[in-house]
Structures are given as structure tokens and as C-alpha cells.
């Protein structure tokens, strides 16, 4: 029973377009959504968040979307560049919990 | 730099000996947590501490343990490994300041074979 839900496992994006991930939950009660980024041998890192009360949140190249009625988010990266190749998970929390949800991740290919 | 170390990065165990991988922080954060990932399967939380509050989750295994001696390492045994625990695990922290959210940072991973 997959809460968080990412259900593209790769995506290919030409160097300089926009990548766009997507992630769909389940739980009501999530209201603290996270993308994590992960590169082979490395443990995630975290790349974005945005609360519940936002629909946007934008830092740099990256701007993450939140649909509360669709319950959806979405990653954008642009313009992308070859080191954004690396696993992305999205993940959520919710009633101040110290836990996070993971889903699967997408694998995303910068193509040159 | 402030980091999270996991020992071994790679571990062979032969099936129903016991293992011990361990997780250490430099960043002095008090909440501490153990994931399982599977291929292309979610990081899935096994338990985590919130100082030396212990919390398992529900569907955890008897067959995975942990002990927190102190703030600074935390570890994970697993009591007699199956073939289905081969995976990933990944140690992460996190520090409680009172905000909304804590960002969890995750040390690289040990990655466990079980023969």
C-alpha cells in the first residue's frame, strides 16, 4: 500500500529543456512534501520541500508545484543540466512527525 | 565536515549469521533513523531514535535490532539474516530545533549480501 507514489521509474530530458517529475500520494494527512536527490553511492540528499499552505516553491533551477486537491506534486528543473542525472525521490510528512514516506524514485537521464 | 558515516559501505554475511552495521554523526543531531531499501523498491523505515527514545515501526522484524550507545553512533543488527534482507541501508539524521519539519541527512549506505 504505496503512499507516496512516483510512477515513472526513469525519464529522459535533453540538456537545457525542462524535467519534470511527478508524484502522486494517498494520505490526507500529509501536509510537508520533500524531493530528495540521489546519485549512485551516495545516500539521498535533499533538494526541496514545500508545506501544505504553499502551491510553489521555487529555489534556483528548481520549483516544486503542489495540487492539494489532486494530491499531486511535481518537480521542474530548468533549464537541466548533465549533473542532474540521479535518482529523485519524493517523499512526505505529516503531523509534524519526525517520519518520512518515500516512493520509488525516478531515475532521471540528462541527455547531451 | 559535518557528516554521517556508515561501516562497512559493503557487507557479506552468510544466511542466519548475525551482522552489525553501524552509523556515525558528526552533526550532533539527537533523532537518528535506519531505512531498508530494496532495488527499485522506497526507502522504508525499520525504526529511529529520538534521543534514546526508541521507536519501531509496526512492521519491522524482530530480526532487526538497534542500539544507540550515545548521540554520536547508532547501530543496526540484524539477528539472523534471510536471503530477502539483502539490501541497502541507509542511516540518516535529523535535529529536532522545534521547526515544522527536520531535514533527515543520510550517510551513503551499507550495502548488505547475504549468501
Known amino acids: 500500500d504505496q503512499q507516496v507514489k512516483q510512477n515513472s521509474p526513469s525519464l529522459s530530458v535533453q540538456e537545457g529543456r525542462i524535467s519534470i517529475l511527478n508524484c502522486d500520494y494517498t494520505?490526507?494527512?500529509?501536509?510537508?512534501f520533500l524531493w530528495y536527490k540521489k546519485y549512485p553511492a551516495e545516500g539521498p540528499t535533499f533538494l526541496i520541500s514545500?508545506?501544505?499552505?504553499?502551491d510553489k516553491n521555487e529555489d534556483g533551477r528548481f520549483t516544486v508545484f503542489l495540487n492539494k486537491s489532486a494530491k499531486h506534486l511535481s518537480l521542474h528543473i530548468v533549464p537541466s543540466q548533465p549533473g542532474d542525472s540521479a535518482v529523485y525521490f519524493c517523499?512526505?510528512?505529516?503531523?509534524?512527525?519526525?517520519?518520512?514516506?518515500f516512493g520509488k524514485g525516478t531515475r532521471l537521464h540528462i541527455l547531451p | 565536515d559535518a557528516m554521517v558515516i556508515q561501516n562497512p559501505r559493503y557487507q557479506v554475511t552468510q544466511f542466519g549469521k548475525p551482522v552489525t552495521l553501524s552509523c556515525s554523526q558528526t552533526?550532533?543531531?539527537?533523532?537518528m533513523y535506519w531505512y531498508q531499501q530494496k532495488s527499485s523498491q522506497a526507502p522504508k523505515l525499520l525504526f529511529h531514535?529520538?534521543?534514546?527514545?526508541?521507536?519501531n515501526e509496526a512492521d519491522t522484524p524482530d530480526n532487526f535490532q538497534s542500539r544507540r550507545p550515545n548521540t554520536s553512533f547508532c547501530f543496526l543488527d540484524i539477528r539472523s539474516p534471510g536471503l530477502g534482507d539483502a539490501a541497502m541501508y541507509l542511516c540518516a539524521t535529523s535535529r529536532d530545533d522545534g521547526s515544522y519539519y527536520n531535514e533527515q541527512f543520510f550517510g551513503p549506505g551499507t550495502r548488505l549480501t547475504v549468501l
Open positions: 494520505n490526507s494527512m500529509f501536509d510537508y
Open positions: 552533526l550532533n543531531h539527537n533523532v
Open positions: 514545500i508545506s501544505s499552505i504553499k
Open positions: 517523499a512526505a510528512s505529516g503531523n509534524r512527525d519526525d517520519k518520512i514516506i
Open positions: 531514535y529520538y534521543d534514546k527514545d526508541f521507536n
